[in-house]
């Protein structure tokens, strides 16, 4: 066996692996968008300016 040949299975774990990654990582940037806004609301209910609330998003990316 040589030691830099890869056997096939390694390679179609490796593209299943990260398209897993992928999903999880576009999950949990939806979940954070999500909760962003809902804080974004919340802070405009209570009465927080369009200023404070541009103030506010840049802090938190």
């Known amino acids: ?3 830099y040949s890869v056997p096939i299975c390694a390679g179609r774990n490796l593209i299943r692996n990260k398209v897993y990654s ?8 939806s979940f ?6 809902k804080e ?3 802070r405009n ?4 300016s369009v200023l404070n ?6 802090k938190t990316l």
């Not at 992928?22 to 940037?29: H, P």
């Not at 954070?32 to 806004?37: D, L, S, V």
């Not at 609330?53 to 840049?58: E, G």
């Open 1 to 3: 066996m040589d030691l």
């Open 40 to 42: 974004i609301g919340v």
């Open 32 to 37: 954070m968008a999500e909760a962003r806004t």
């Open 45 to 48: 209910v209570l009465g927080a």
């Open 22 to 29: 992928f999903v999880n990582i576009s999950g949990l940037a």
């Open 53 to 58: 609330l541009w103030a506010y998003s840049p």
